[in-house]
Nanobody, 116 residues
Framework: QVQLVESGGGLVQPGGSLRLSCEAP????????MGWYRQAPGKQRELVAY???????NYLTSVKGRFTISRDNAENTAYLQMNSLSPEDTAVYYC??????????WGQGTQVTVSS
């Protein structure tokens, strides 16, 4: 079992920023693709962004230019910097680690609420 530890969610006003963190076991972090998903009430979970072991990134169209995914292999941590947040970004955000044929694992989820 792979445990991912998420942090950084909370309540923020529209236009504000938050940074999410996801720490993974060091033995597998550097070789894994890390992703952030989100699920809003009544909606399906969607992929927000991912970053491969080599640093290639990809983003959901609606967050391009506002969100930045990064990784620190020395700290075994992936980050999601979220700027210019809007109420439409309100959701539970989940960290994901993809290990190819060895499967994938999820964090516990962290609530992000954008509201005035």
């Amino acid at each position: 079992q792979v445990q991912l530890v998420e942090s950084g969610g909370g309540l923020v006003q529209p236009g504000g920023s938050l940074r999410l963190s996801c720490e993974a076991p060091g033995s597998i972090f550097s070789i894994s693709t890390m992703g952030w998903y989100r699920q809003a009430p009544g909606k399906q979970r969607e992929l927000v962004a991912y970053i491969t072991a080599s640093g290639t990134t990809n983003y959901l169209t609606s967050v391009k230019g506002r969100f930045t995914i990064s990784r620190d292999n020395a700290e075994n941590t992936a980050y999601l910097q979220m700027n210019s947040l809007s109420p439409e970004d309100t959701a539970v955000y989940y960290c994901n680690i993809y290990l190819g044929g060895l499967g994938e694992y999820w964090g516990q989820g962290t609530q992000v609420t954008v509201s005035s």
